[in-house]
T-cell receptor, first 112, second 114 residues
């Protein structure tokens, strides 16, 4: 079945760049997403990328998509302590939302 | 303000009792979803509904029930048949007219069964 994988933990120093990686298995994905979850809260959509794009940039966030390798990454420039959270990668592959799969989440810790 | 609300934020129940979690949205979204989140795991889909009066089982529907009598409401009942109900429950919604298929989430309800 469809599967999305992420490393579970990442630690970076404040001011450095963070790169969170994700691999997925379904080559027919239409959109891929990054969500952020702060402690005790719901998921907040950070950004998404259409599957025929290679890159998307939004302020400090850069998303790279390598469709051949089924690899998605999220780069956070100038990481701040407020970026400490769990980051989920997700994919969908139809227009009706029932085929939407999340990765296990990467817990980002930003050290002062 | 448009958004998704879940209540209560924290819920405690005794083992063997049914409990209903509320999810309401005023985004006029057609589709609504319930997920369960356990520590160190991703989200697992319990039930989803594409339109009013229709809903489908997700990956882990056993021990749960839902209803969709109104577009804006999608309550989840955790029944006594659910073997391990203590978890964080997240409700989401999406607009079928949105080609990005993005799901928007509520703040979650943490259920603890004693």
């Amino acid at each position: 079945g469809e599967d999305v994988e992420q490393s579970l933990f990442l630690s970076v120093r404040e001011g450095d760049s963070s790169v969170i990686n994700c691999t997925y298995t379904d080559s027919s994905s239409t959109y891929l997403y990054w969500y952020k979850q702060e402690p005790g809260a719901g998921l907040q959509l950070l950004t998404y990328i259409f599957s025929n794009m290679d890159m998307k940039q939004d302020q400090r966030l850069t998303v790279l998509l390598n469709k051949k390798d089924k690899h998605l990454s999220l780069r956070i420039a100038d990481t701040q302590t407020g970026d400490s959270a769990i980051y989920f990668c997700a994919e969908s592959w139809d227009n009706y939302g029932q085929n939407f799969v999340f990765g296990p989440g990467t817990r980002l810790s930003v050290l002062p | 303000d448009g958004g998704i609300t879940q209540s209560p934020k924290y819920l405690f129940r005794k083992e063997g009792q049914n409990v209903t979690l509320s999810c309401e949205q005023n985004l006029n979204h057609d589709a609504m979803y319930w997920y369960r989140q356990d520590p160190g795991q991703g989200l697992r889909l319990i039930y989803y509904s594409q339109i009013v009066n229709d809903f489908q089982k997700g990956d882990i529907a056993e021990g749960y029930s839902v209803s969709r009598e109104k577009k804006e409401s999608f309550p989840l009942t955790v029944t006594s048949a659910q073997k391990n109900p203590t978890a964080f429950y997240l409700c989401a919604s999406s607009d079928r007219a949105d080609r990005t298929d993005t799901q928007y989430f509520g703040p979650g309800t943490r259920l603890t069964v004693l």
